[in-house]
């Protein structure tokens, strides 16, 4: 419950909204360095009734429920590094522009690296198919990625870089 940018950098307005969301995984240890994992993630968004920018109303065009489902296998590469594969599938529903319902689907490859490593954080690689029937958009298909990785010295130094690919939605139709 918080006053938060819609979504990103997009909009250069504050508005009110309430986020719900809900995470549980699984992992099942199948050998000494490797494991199976599943995860489910719900998420809801309500903007305010009356927040809106540049004409739209964000309650209209951004409320949604998402749902996702991750199955992958994870291998213990070190102590301290995981590699893990994975496929995801995912809902987006609009209950107040149901035109922008989408489905995806999504493989990727993720690295996360372990303190106390000088290098902490993850880095994924995947293909994601994502698309929308009804909104009379092109179906994006196509490579998408996030990094978040800080690197720290004895001095007490931090690097940080984050980066971030993927379709997002927008407060325009």
């Known amino acids: 419950n918080h006053y938060a940018r819609p979504t990103g950098f997009e909009v250069n307005g504050r508005s009110r909204r309430v986020q719900d969301d809900f995470t549980g995984s699984l992992r099942w240890n199948a050998g000494a360095r490797t494991a199976v994992v599943a995860q489910a993630y719900h998420l809801q968004i309500d ?16 409320n949604r429920t998402s749902n996702t489902g991750t199955l992958g296998v994870a291998f213990a590469l070190s102590p301290l590094t995981d590699l893990t594969v994975d496929a995801q599938v995912g809902t987006d529903r609009f209950p107040y522009s149901p035109s922008r ?10 690295l996360e690296f372990r303190s106390p490593a000088l290098l902490s954080g993850y880095a994924y690689l995947g293909y994601r198919h994502f698309e929308s029937p009804d909104s009379g958009l092109n179906a994006f298909s196509g490579i998408v990625a996030s990094v978040a990785l800080a690197y720290a010295r004895e001095d007490r130094s931090r690097v940080l870089l984050a980066y971030d690919r993927a379709p997002y939605f927008s407060y325009s139709q």
């Open 47 to 62: 903007w305010d009734a009356d927040a809106q920018y540049e004409g739209s109303e964000l309650r209209e065009s951004l």
């Open 101 to 110: 319902d989408a489905d995806s689907a999504q493989v990727s490859a993720r």
